[in-house]
Each structure stands twice: as structure tokens, then as C-alpha cells.
Nanobody
């Protein structure tokens, strides 16, 4: 059974940093594009980032560009989201999701399709940015 488990969320002060992890079980992440999404209270879920199978291609929402970085360690079957210079508006439940298997090398099209191609989702980890 394919499963994704997010971890690393918590309370962080504005301007601080946090690293989220997305660990896979029941399948190998090597051939899957991984997306990070978030949902704030009262708002729709939105895409945060997307990373290709190799990690060489990434896309980010404008709201996090330059502050968040997605990376992956396929040997550890884990994808990461490094969050720097966090803001109160980053407060949300953060999810990772898998799309694939695929051999695509760039994620532009996956990013433009939003949630459409993602079929396996984690339960989410809460990030709260507050002083």
C-alpha cells in the first residue's frame, strides 16, 4: 500500500525556518513527482512546490519563491521542503502528494495541472507561524 507521511511541522516565529519531510512507504519515490500543497483555515488547498524524480526540475508558487526549497533524497525515500523566512501567511496544514510513475524530466506541465495528476496524499503536518 502506497503511503506518504509528512513530519517536521510545528510552531515557528516569523522570519524563522522549518524543514518538512515527506517519507514514502510501500513504494519507491524514485519514479514519482512529489508536490507540496497547503491549506489554511477557510481557504482552498493550494500548490506550494513540485519536484521532479531526479530533483533537477522544480516549480514554486510565487508566494514562496525564494524562501522555500524542495529537495529529495531518493536513497532515503524522502522529499523535503525547507521553509525559510516564514511569514504568518504561511500558516497552514502542509501535505505532500505523489504523481506517477513517470519518466518526465521537467515538471512544468505537472505544475500547471495543479492537483490533477496526484493520486497519493499524506495526512498533513501543521505549520503555525506566530510570535
Amino acid at each position: 500500500q502506497m503511503q506518504l507521511v509528512e513530519s517536521g511541522g510545528g510552531l515557528v516565529q516569523p522570519g524563522g525556518s522549518l524543514m518538512l519531510s515527506c517519507a514514502a512507504s510501500g513504494f519507491t519515490l524514485d519514479y514519482y513527482v512529489i508536490g507540496w500543497f497547503r491549506q489554511a483555515p477557510g481557504k482552498e488547498r493550494e500548490g506550494v512546490s513540485c519536484i521532479s524524480t531526479s530533483g533537477d526540475s522544480t516549480r514554486y508558487a510565487d508566494s514562496v519563491k525564494g524562501r522555500f526549497t524542495s529537495s529529495r533524497d531518493n536513497a532515503k525515500n524522502t522529499v523535503y521542503l525547507q521553509m525559510n523566512s516564514v511569514k504568518p501567511e504561511d500558516t497552514a496544514l502542509y501535505y505532500c502528494a505523489a504523481a506517477g510513475p513517470t519518466d518526465i524530466t521537467t515538471v512544468q506541465d505537472v505544475w500547471l495541472l495543479g492537483e490533477l495528476l496526484y493520486h497519493t496524499w499524506g495526512q498533513g503536518t501543521q505549520v503555525t507561524v506566530s510570535s
